[in-house]
T-cell receptor
Framework: AQSVAQPEDQVNVAEGNPLTVKCTYS??????LFWYVQYPNRGLQFLLK??????LVKGSYGFEAEFNKSQTSFHLKKPSALVSDSALYFC????????????FGQGTTLQVKP | KAGVTQTPRYLIKTRGQQVTLSCSPI?????VSWYQQTPGQGLQFLFE???????NKGNFPGRFSGRQFSNSRSEMNVSTLELGDSALYLC???????????????FGPGTRLTVL
């Protein structure tokens, strides 16, 4: 079965420093991977996705993610964190077959301190 | 282009009642999915509709049902509400042209359901 894991419940980083939010996946077949962000009392906002091609995917708000097949990872990164990046981040993988169903990780809370 | 809209945004119900939530997808999107978000279970898939047909269903009891209309708008219904149904219910839409697997799902703001 398809699954993703986010090993850290919370990540703390100082403003201006690079940030990384980790995600590992387990799939049968091609991995279609997604990152979403959720601000308090809001829905999920799409950041980026990996379908195929270049292992470095660039997304919204300066975020990027690196797909690593050998390590089965899809870590979210940003070169310089902003206080406004503080939010809950979800990694997701598309379920097997022709379906839109996403399987989400448990989420990682990112705290960026001034 | 307007995003996914969900109504109502907040609902308070009592145990045993039923509730209907509504979702309007982004214009041109034909697929609608529903998810339940709780602190304990995280984000869990409820069901997916495409062209008025349920394409996929998650592991929820039969009290949870949904439908999609010809204009792609969708509703979900929960009957005989239980305390554990308190959650944020999120709707997502996608174009779903040429296959669902690579599509991006865009989420609405959610409906916060509280069951007392």
């Amino acid at each position: 079965a398809q699954s993703v894991a986010q090993p850290e419940d919370q990540v703390n980083v100082a403003e201006g420093n690079p940030l990384t939010v980790k995600c590992t996946y387990s799939v049968s077949g091609n991995p279609y991977l997604f990152w979403y962000v959720q601000y308090p009392n809001r829905g999920l906002q799409f950041l980026l996705k990996y379908i195929t091609g270049d292992n470095l995917v660039k997304g919204s708000y300066g975020f990027e993610a690196e797909f690593n097949k050998s390590q089965t990872s899809f870590h979210l990164k940003k070169p310089s964190a902003l206080v406004s990046d503080s939010a809950l981040y979800f990694c997701a993988v598309r379920d097997y077959g022709n379906t839109g169903k996403l399987i989400f990780g448990q989420g990682t809370t990112l705290q960026v301190k001034p | 282009k307007a995003g996914v809209t969900q109504t109502p945004r907040y609902l308070i119900k009592t145990r045993g009642q039923q509730v209907t939530l509504s979702c309007s997808p982004i214009s041109g999107h034909r697929s609608v999915s529903w998810y339940q978000q709780t602190p304990g279970q995280g984000l869990q898939f409820l069901f997916e509709y495409f062209s008025e047909t349920q394409r996929n269903k998650g592991n929820f009891p039969g009290r949870f049902s949904g439908r999609q209309f010809s204009n792609s708008r969708s509703e979900m219904n929960v009957s005989t509400l239980e305390l554990g149904d308190s959650a944020l219910y999120l709707c997502a839409s996608s174009r779903s042209q040429g296959g669902a697997a690579t599509d991006t799902q865009y989420f609405g703001p959610g409906t916060r359901l509280t069951v007392l």
